[in-house]
């Protein structure tokens, strides 16, 4: 089965600061929220997910490879070369991974500042881990274990960073392994530029200078400060922790040679070794339930690479998982009483308390997702490919952990404005009626409920995770979290540039990596572009030198161009001529200063640019500026208008247009535009809710924006660009828009004794 902490899914990674780098598949975020938040019965008919179909799949794949290359007989043959006395060393060799396992989380442990019994930590491990297998991996390993150590007064967060770091030093150690194993076996490990080795390659240097620029311009003055805290001790506890990591993984990879060793004892054992490291890091990948199928189809390859035949090696997989879960069955009948008392768990240094991740966490995992939400890139599935967000895993958790810390509290979020936590239970209420409205209509949609439904509890999350930056005292949060925003969009565009120079250069670059509307990691020029927008918005209000401000507006204004979005740069437009009105409170002098400054470098930017441009050429972002077609938008929005008319007051219901249009034409196409679209399928309702909202909150952002405020200033422009952009785009459903808000809407100290009171 592997490590224990290394299945499936490494989003509480975010909580090193490091889950920018990692995913989970779209279709979790939505349920994964609402279970965390109402988890008492997290298993049942709300099991429904993508890895779920992909893991059947995959495990029907394998069997089919395995029947098409040989027969039922040779499977049976297999089986029973598995004695009895095989099957106990393999279960006694889990067995040891998972006391090993045990070991590592009271090491982690203590390091939170919490001493464990080795029972309770051989309980916490097995019941996560069979959690873990049965619902939703790393959430339902939390749960879990949330469960057993509120108990004794373990807070939640404390249980996140425990089970964070564990999953981080199973990958570190499953990669070298992998990585260690191929070598031996194949001699060379190399990447395919051809089949998606530069967007490999593109992808992480923009992480590398996406982390680089946030720490520049937002979070590195946070880290220093809090790095000094690491000391020699928890250095050495670390290190413990991997070592224990290593041992795990050896003790799984011991399993697999045992069981291959009775099938086929003529192969080498150190070949069926790095066999098995490839198909334990397989098994790990953020695509499947538990590893099921995964485990099997890469068994079938890499143990069949070493001489098993696939009949072997399927019957090897399919051992080795179902061991895993019965040894951790075992364990937790056994090891479970051990916290059935109060007062299990108590602070390793008697009455001092254990340490503050409660702030971590609320400090964190903002600026995790503003640095990973930039990053919106294809993964692999069994269907095709799955559109996701690196911040999404961030955004669940650290709006789950806010809500339930109200909740815990009894306490409403507190916002800068009355009516947030009405708006958002009056959408909620809006969005599910549409839902409804639109299954009675045309059944189930899979694009209304994954991507509007569902959907839409991920925005309230990106919303309730920018709200957490709020934990820092005053408007420093704020300035962090737009500072790494920033940051990170603008190493993006710079990133982008830089290749159409090379490019213009006779450098190589293929249109996969580099199409001629860049588009960064947003998979969308137009996204890209409100993306741009947005750190212009935020460079406007963040306290910068005028060098460093003129530098990063000159890159994100060019970046706008580059982008061909028109809607992007008639929003530009549009946001210069309403920030003057946001700056009001400036003196004259300096409001005329910076629009001298942002003019010049408008003009001497579009001057080289229309110089480097060819009108005519159809691969060029000019012709593509002036020459656009939007048959496809017309027709859309028409449609869109003709649905509302059918059905002003409650509108046609979710997914009403990309069904009809789907229905008539076998095509998908949604509309392309936010006010047209919540006309057509949330009606005058859904319509007035939204922008009468942001009327109302543009209103009192742009009055309190004279009296200097830049929270509010930054307010008056974001809401201008969402205004803008939307009349063009389906804008709402933007990550970026709502991390904002809900940083910018914040109350300041609100949030703090929220943390406290979590530690």
């Known amino acids: 089965m592997g490590d224990p902490a290394s299945a499936q899914d490494f989003s509480l990674v975010a909580t090193l600061c490091l889950a920018a780098m990692l995913q989970q598949p779209i279709g979790t975020p939505g349920l994964t929220l609402y279970l965390l938040l109402l988890g008492r019965r997290p298993w049942g008919k709300y099991v429904k997910n993508v890895r779920i179909l992909l893991s059947m799949a995959?495990?029907?794949?394998?069997?089919?490879?395995?029947?098409?290359?040989?027969?039922?007989?040779?499977?049976?043959?297999?089986?029973?070369?598995?004695?009895?006395?095989?099957?106990?060393?393999?279960?006694?060799?889990?067995?040891?991974?998972?006391?090993?396992?045990?070991?590592?989380?009271?090491?982690?442990?203590?390091?939170?500042?919490?001493?464990?019994?080795?029972r309770q930590a051989v309980a916490a491990v097995s019941v996560g881990q069979i959690a873990a297998n049965l619902f939703f991996q790393v959430v339902g390993q939390v749960i879990a274990r949330g469960l057993l150590f509120s108990r004794a007064g373990i807070p939640l967060a404390t249980t996140v960073v425990i089970t964070g770091y564990e999953r981080l030093f199973a990958l570190i150690v499953s990669i070298l392994l992998a990585a260690s194993g191929a070598l031996y076996l194949f001699g060379v490990i190399s990447v395919d530029a051809q089949t998606g080795g530069y967007d490999l390659a593109k992808l992480f240097v923009g992480a590398i200078l996406a982390l680089v620029s946030g720490a520049w311009l937002g979070w590195g003055q946070l880290a220093r400060s809090q790095l000094p805290k690491f000391d020699r001790g928890h250095i050495d506890q670390f290190a413990v922790a991997l070592v224990l990591s290593a041992a795990i993984q050896l003790s799984t990879m011991t399993a697999y040679v045992f069981v291959a060793h009775a099938l086929a004892p003529k192969i080498p054992l150190l070949h069926v070794a790095a066999a098995a490291s490839?198909?334990?890091?397989?098994?790990?990948?953020?695509?499947?339930?538990?590893?099921?199928?995964?485990?099997?189809?890469?068994?079938?390859?890499?143990?069949?690479?070493?001489?098993?035949?696939?009949?072997?090696?399927?019957?090897?997989?399919?051992?080795?998982?179902?061991?895993?879960?019965?040894?951790?069955?075992v364990l937790a009948g056994i090891s479970h009483r051990a916290w059935r008392s109060t007062g299990a768990v108590s602070n390793a240094a008697g009455n001092e308390a254990g340490r503050d991740f409660g702030s971590v966490l609320a400090n964190w995992l903002p600026i995790a997702a503003a640095t990973a939400v930039a990053f919106q890139v294809y993964l692999p599935s069994g269907t095709g490919r799955i559109n996701v967000n690196f911040a999404d895993p961030i955004a669940i958790l650290g709006g789950a952990l806010f809500a339930i810390w109200h909740i815990r509290d009894r306490a409403w979020p507190n916002w800068r404005v009355p009516f947030v936590n009405g708006f958002l239970i009056f959408f909620s209420i809006d969005t599910l009626i549409a839902l409804t409205n639109g299954y009675v209509q045309m059944g189930w949609?899979?694009?209304?409920?994954?991507?509007?439904?569902?959907?839409?509890?991920?925005?309230?999350?990106?919303?309730?995770?920018?709200?957490?930056?709020?934990?820092?005292?005053?408007?420093?949060?704020?300035?962090?979290?737009?500072?790494?925003?920033?940051?990170?969009?603008?190493?993006?565009?710079?990133?982008?540039?830089?290749?159409?120079?090379?490019?213009?250069?006779?450098?190589?670059?293929?249109?996969?990596?580099?199409?001629?509307?860049?588009s960064g990691f947003a998979q969308n020029p137009n996204a890209f572009g409100f993306q741009l927008l947005l750190a212009i918005a935020a460079?406007?209000?963040?306290?910068?030198?005028?060098?460093?401000?003129?530098?990063?507006?000159?890159?994100?204004?060019?970046?706008?161009?580059?982008?061909?979005?028109?809607?992007?740069?008639?929003?530009?437009?549009?946001?210069?001529?309403?920030?003057?009105?946001?700056?009001?409170?400036?003196?004259?002098?300096?409001?005329?200063?910076?629009?001298?400054?942002?003019?010049?470098?408008?003009?001497?930017?579009?001057?080289?640019?229309?110089?480097?441009?060819?009108?005519?050429?159809?691969?060029?972002?000019?012709?593509?500026?002036?020459?656009?077609?939007?048959?496809?938008?017309?027709?859309?929005?028409?449609?869109?208008?003709?649905?509302?008319?059918?059905?002003?007051?409650?509108?046609?219901?979710?997914?009403?247009?990309?069904?009809?249009?789907?229905?008539?034409?076998?095509?998908?196409?949604?509309?392309?535009?936010?006010?047209?679209?919540?006309?057509?399928?949330?009606?005058?309702?859904?319509?007035?809710?939204?922008?009468g909202a942001a009327a109302y909150l543009w209103k009192r952002a742009i009055s309190n924006a004279w009296t200097g405020d830049p929270i509010d200033r930054f307010v008056v422009l974001v809401l201008t660009v969402f205004a803008t952009m939307s009349v063009a785009h389906e804008m709402l459903y933007q990550r970026s828009l709502w991390l904002l808000l809900g940083a910018a809407l914040a109350t300041h100290g609100s949030f703090r004794a929220a943390v406290a009171r979590s530690t």
């Open 278 to 329: 490839i198909v334990m890091l397989a098994a790990s990948l953020p695509i499947s339930l538990a590893g099921w199928g995964i485990r099997e189809v890469s068994a079938v390859f890499a143990l069949g690479a070493v001489g098993l035949s696939p009949g072997e090696s399927l019957v090897s997989a399919v051992t080795i998982g179902i061991s895993s879960l019965l040894v951790a069955a």
């Open 58 to 118: 995959a495990l029907v794949a394998a069997i089919a490879l395995v029947l098409y290359n040989s027969d039922v007989e040779s499977l049976k043959l297999a089986a029973r070369n598995i004695s009895i006395p095989t099957v106990v060393e393999i279960s006694a060799t889990i067995a040891i991974g998972y006391l090993i396992a045990s070991a590592r989380v009271r090491t982690l442990a203590a390091y939170s500042g919490h001493s464990l019994g080795f």
């Open 445 to 518: 949609t899979s694009w209304a409920f994954t991507n509007k439904g569902a959907g839409w509890l991920v925005l309230v999350a990106y919303f309730f995770v920018g709200a957490m930056i709020a934990s820092l005292a005053e408007k420093k949060g704020f300035n962090i979290l737009l500072g790494t925003f920033v940051g990170a969009v603008t190493a993006i565009a710079a990133l982008d540039l830089f290749l159409l120079v090379l490019r213009s250069a006779a450098f190589p670059i293929p249109e996969t990596l580099l199409p001629f509307r860049i």
């Open 539 to 691: 460079t406007a209000v963040l306290d910068l030198g005028r060098l460093k401000r003129a530098v990063i507006a000159a890159t994100l204004f060019a970046a706008i161009w580059f982008s061909g979005s028109r809607a992007s740069f008639g929003s530009a437009l549009v946001l210069a001529a309403v920030a003057p009105w946001a700056f009001w409170g400036m003196s004259r002098k300096a409001v005329g200063r910076g629009a001298v400054i942002v003019g010049g470098l408008a003009v001497l930017t579009l001057a080289l640019l229309l110089l480097l441009n060819n009108w005519t050429r159809q691969g060029d972002v000019l012709y593509s500026l002036l020459y656009n077609q939007d048959g496809e938008r017309f027709q859309s929005i028409s449609g869109g208008l003709s649905l509302f008319l059918s059905n002003p007051i409650i509108g046609d219901g979710l997914g009403a247009f990309v069904h009809d249009y789907a229905m008539q034409t076998g095509d998908f196409l949604p509309i392309h535009s936010t006010p047209i679209w919540l006309l057509a399928e949330y009606g005058l309702i859904g319509f007035a809710t939204i922008f």
